[in-house]
Protein backbone atom coordinates (compact mmCIF):
# COMPACT_ATOMS: atom_id res chain seq x y z
CA UNK A 1 0.00 0.00 0.00
CA UNK A 2 2.84 2.44 0.67
CA UNK A 3 4.03 1.55 -2.46
CA UNK A 4 0.86 2.52 -4.29
CA UNK A 5 0.53 6.01 -2.38
CA UNK A 6 4.35 7.03 -3.20
CA UNK A 7 3.82 6.03 -7.14
CA UNK A 8 0.83 8.33 -6.72
CA UNK A 9 2.11 11.00 -5.61
CA UNK A 10 4.74 10.86 -8.01
CA UNK A 11 2.29 10.98 -10.59
CA UNK A 12 0.28 13.87 -8.88
CA UNK A 13 3.47 15.85 -8.88
CA UNK A 14 4.63 15.14 -12.25
CA UNK A 15 0.73 16.03 -13.71
CA UNK A 16 1.30 19.26 -11.78
CA UNK A 17 4.60 20.30 -13.38
CA UNK A 18 3.37 19.28 -16.88
CA UNK A 19 0.19 21.48 -15.99
CA UNK A 20 2.28 24.32 -14.50
CA UNK A 21 4.81 23.90 -17.86
CA UNK A 22 1.93 23.77 -20.39
CA UNK A 23 -0.02 27.25 -19.08
CA UNK A 24 3.33 28.77 -19.10
CA UNK A 25 3.99 27.92 -22.55
CA UNK A 26 0.68 28.64 -23.83
CA UNK A 27 0.91 32.28 -22.03
CA UNK A 28 4.26 32.54 -23.50
CA UNK A 29 2.85 31.65 -26.93
CA UNK A 30 -0.57 34.13 -26.96
CA UNK A 31 1.70 36.84 -25.81
CA UNK A 32 3.96 36.18 -29.10
CA UNK A 33 0.76 36.04 -31.01
CA UNK A 34 -0.91 39.48 -31.52
CA UNK A 35 -4.67 38.73 -32.99
CA UNK A 36 -7.95 40.17 -33.45
CA UNK A 37 -10.84 39.15 -34.08
CA UNK A 38 -14.63 40.90 -34.50
CA UNK A 39 -16.55 37.97 -33.80
CA UNK A 40 -19.60 39.92 -33.13
CA UNK A 41 -23.06 39.67 -34.97
CA UNK A 42 -22.73 41.08 -38.65
CA UNK A 43 -19.35 42.78 -37.63
CA UNK A 44 -20.57 45.45 -36.15
CA UNK A 45 -16.95 46.69 -34.51
CA UNK A 46 -15.43 46.75 -37.86
CA UNK A 47 -14.27 49.49 -39.79
CA UNK A 48 -15.81 49.66 -43.49
CA UNK A 49 -13.19 50.02 -46.02
CA UNK A 50 -14.20 53.82 -46.61
CA UNK A 51 -13.37 54.53 -43.18
CA UNK A 52 -10.10 52.63 -43.10
CA UNK A 53 -9.06 55.36 -46.49
CA UNK A 54 -10.42 58.65 -44.69
CA UNK A 55 -8.28 57.49 -41.29
CA UNK A 56 -5.15 56.33 -43.05
CA UNK A 57 -5.60 59.96 -44.64
CA UNK A 58 -4.97 61.99 -41.36
Known amino acids: M ?3 L ?10 ALLLVSAVIG ?3 FASQ ?12 NSLEPGSIAVLKQL
Open 2 to 4: RKF
Open 6 to 15: QKSAWGNVLF
Open 26 to 28: LSY
Open 33 to 44: HKVQRDVTQNAL
